[in-house]
């Protein structure tokens, strides 16, 4: 598994140049060897045998126990992008998250694409990221019971793959 998903990584550079393929590659890689698996979701859409596109979530901790994962990465190979492979296998991990009793979950990113499947744009004074935000308008937010997104004090910790400051 670790071999195609790291494949599939160096194949997600085509869309988003070869340095970002990179970086990617390397998170997917020690996301998978340093974190432990009840914190770690992954999941995986394939055509023809051949893993078309990827997701990420794992465990976000808070102070107030609240419990909550962040979904990253999130990639699809470019010649599938834009036919809603990304958006079903988000969904599909959005489902599996609710079903396990996952409140909150949260992402870093592009507003247009994740406010396709239930994400809105939240401020680090409603609900703190682990490090400072270079786009702050890219923190968003999703509780999976329906219920509007609370303000969450204190800190918040993210999975040693994710604890790059670079990263956010």
């Known amino acids: 598994m670790h071999t195609k998903l790291n494949a599939y990584s160096s194949k997600h550079s085509d869309s988003e140049g070869k340095s970002e ?28 045998e051949q893993i078309i596109g990827g997701v990420f979530f794992t465990k976000m901790i808070f102070e107030n126990d609240i ?15 834009g036919q809603g492979v990304g958006q ?9 998250l609710k079903n396990d009793g996952v409140e909150l979950v ?3 990113g592009d507003i247009n694409f994740y406010s396709k499947v239930g994400f809105q744009q939240i401020s680090e004074e409603m609900i703190p990221a682990p490090f400072e935000l270079s786009m702050p308008e890219g923190w968003l937010g999703q509780r999976l019971n329906n219920e509007k997104i609370q303000v969450i004090s204190g800190k918040s910790q993210c999975v040693k793959a994710l604890s790059n400051p670079e990263l956010w």
Do not use: H, R, W
């Open 21 to 48: 393929g990179e970086l990617i590659g390397s998170l997917v890689k020690e996301m998978m060897a340093t974190t432990d698996t009840k914190d770690l979701y992954c999941f995986v859409a394939t055509e023809n």
């Open 67 to 81: 419990d909550a994962f962040i979904l990253s990465p999130m990639a699809t190979l470019t010649e599938y992008q």
């Open 88 to 96: 079903k296998l988000i969904n599909y991990g959005l489902e599996n």
């Open 106 to 108: 949260l992402t870093y």
